[in-house]
């Protein structure tokens, strides 16, 4: 019987209203000794794309147990609530079949079981269907902590038949050029593109890009600090991916992107232009009050 100590805990809940506590007091009724771990709460209200996409980066990293996110814009519907287990049997997965866990399920590769979470014995009461994460989700990652099996929580399905998930993937034109996705937009307004390192060896140091509103040329560079004032930065994220950036700035305010956005890379052997110089010419100083010019009329 396998327990687990930690659930990693991801909604798009937010923080304002009171359901976050409302499902860690159900759990922490149910396995007092189990930490939960929040991922965030702050994904943006009924974005399973990006929900699946703060997954993909984080899943790796995560502690072993039961990984627990809600983004569910059909609750109450006949989509299915699951558990999926991966690694045979060493974590498991709670949420909606909606998409929003198969991004890290693949991550890690791929589920070795799926289980319909139809055991109505192992939910919380409820008065309604739309609090699945308080009646469902949370009590069941609770009991598969407790070391109860997934098979008596819910009835196994084919995990070939869970709903998969859609990301992006950048594509190349006939010129060279680039088709990119803006995946992501962090606090700092990085913006992380569907792009790998990879796909732009042998390129010059300079890189076009062109959007919807802006088309600007950004410096390849390896750290935030390595960009030039007032220049964009093409820099390798933590996650391994290309990112858009500014030295204490923010390229999606810089560019006007956004999630979801479009930009095309392409090579370029330096700036699309060169700002002109500013020349600086120092005022005349007078050292002798008796040489300052006076007002007229005043002798």
């Known amino acids: 019987m396998t327990r687990f100590d930690t659930i ?54 995560l502690a072993p147990g039961v990984l627990l996110a809600v983004v569910d814009p059909g609750v109450g519907t006949d989509r299915r609530a699951v558990a999926i287990e991966v690694a045979d049997g060493g974590a498991y997965l709670v949420g909606p079949d909606n998409g929003l866990l198969a991004p890290a399920v693949s991550m890690v590769g791929g589920a070795t079981g799926a289980f319909v979470l139809d055991n109505a014995e192992y939910h919380l009461p409820a008065a309604g269907p739309t609090f699945a ?21 819910g009835t196994p399905i084919d995990p070939v038949k869970l709903l998969p998930g859609v990301l992006p993937v950048s594509e190349s034109d006939a010129d060279g050029s680039i088709r ?10 990085n913006a992380q593109l569907n792009v790998d390192p ?37 820099v390798v994220d933590s ?49 002798n009050p008796e040489d300052a010019p006076r007002p007229e009329g005043m002798s």
């Open 198 to 234: 990879g796909e732009l060896a042998g390129w010059p140091d300079f890189v076009q890009l062109t959007g919807a509103a802006v088309t600007r040329t950004a410096h390849r560079v390896e750290t935030y600090a390595s960009i030039p004032t007032g220049s964009i930065g093409l």
């Open 180 to 189: 990119s996705e803006v995946l992501w937009v962090d606090h700092f307004g």
């Open 133 to 153: 994460g308080r009646d469902v989700f949370g009590p069941v990652a609770a009991h598969l902590c407790l070391g109860v099996p997934a098979d008596e929580l």
């Open 8 to 61: 990693s805990f991801l909604t798009d809940y937010g923080l304002a209203d009171e359901f976050v506590g409302v499902v860690k007091s159900v759990i922490r009724t149910i396995a007092p000794t189990v930490g939960v771990v929040d991922i965030t709460h702050q994904i943006d209200p009924h974005d399973v794309r990006a929900g699946g996409l703060a997954l993909a980066r984080s899943v790796q990293y």
């Open 239 to 287: 996650y391994g991916l290309l990112s858009l950036a500014v030295d204490r700035g923010s390229a999606a305010f810089e560019l006007q992107l956004d999630e979801g956005q479009e930009i095309t890379l392409s090579p370029t052997d330096g700036p699309a232009s060169t700002p002109s110089p500013v020349t600086i010419t120092a005022r005349p100083t007078t050292t």
